[in-house]
């Protein structure tokens, strides 16, 4: 397991998250690489469903080694053993996953373990008490990438950050044109797909995007 990148709340950090097909992974890490060199990127979660152990440990040996070189944390979706067999630096576990415990048990100390919570304060606290590294809330917008089972408010955001020092992820449906306000809310990270890898000016150009605006705080 690699030394566990920082996962702090000095500033806004985007927080990228695959798209949830990728057929050709030895190409498409060309463009992973133009949006990891784009501006600010703190942390890549490899999110692929319905893929064979074998196959997923494939493309993370693929995606894993150039964004660790640049920094960024490399967390995987969902599976905590597979995280720390494929050199991840740890995992992001939702709430019908594995528990925070069996997480932690899977990465290690040194893991990041982050924690979904949707619109429940009464969850985010509990994985907060319990040493998660971020609690995730949201959707905060429709979303297409994955069927949400929750509206998040922008005051959750506004309540974590005011009280808790654990970092916040808002997470679903998230944009350059629409993302401002959960920055001036407190959000820690803005964990982004869609609103990325479907710029229409690409996903490098997003990336320098999003980076400006939370650069100005919102």
Not at 11 to 35: D, G, H, M, N, Q
Request: glycine share 10%; aromatic share 6%; charged share 20%.
């Amino acid at each position: 397991m690699p030394a566990r990148p920082a996962i702090s709340r000095d500033s806004c950090r985007l927080y990228l998250i695959t798209p949830p097909v990728i057929e050709k992974p030895f190409e498409w890490v060309a463009t992973l690489e133009a949006a990891l060199d784009a501006g600010d990127v703190a942390c890549l979660q490899i999110r692929l469903k319905g893929l064979e152990d074998d196959a997923l440990a494939r493309v993370v040996d693929v995606l894993r080694p150039p964004a660790q070189r640049r920094g960024v944390a490399v967390l995987l979706n969902d599976r905590p053993d597979l995280a720390f067999e494929t050199g991840c630096d740890g995992v992001h576990v939702g709430q019908t996953d594995a528990s925070y415990k069996e997480a932690r048990q899977a990465v290690g100390a040194g893991g990041i373990v982050g924690v979904t919570c949707h619109d429940s304060r009464h969850l985010a606290m509990e994985a907060g008490e319990a040493g998660a590294d971020y609690v995730a809330f949201g959707a905060f917008f429709p979303t297409e990438t994955k069927d949400a089972p929750t509206r998040a408010g922008i005051e959750i955001l506004e309540w974590w950050h005011g009280l808790f020092t654990v970092p916040s992820v808002a997470i679903g449906g998230i944009t350059v044109e629409n993302c401002r306000p959960l920055v001036t809310a407190g959000a820690d990270f803005l964990a982004v797909s869609g609103g990325v890898w479907n710029h229409p000016e690409g996903p490098a150009a997003a990336v320098r995007a999003f980076s400006r605006i939370m650069a100005e705080g919102g």
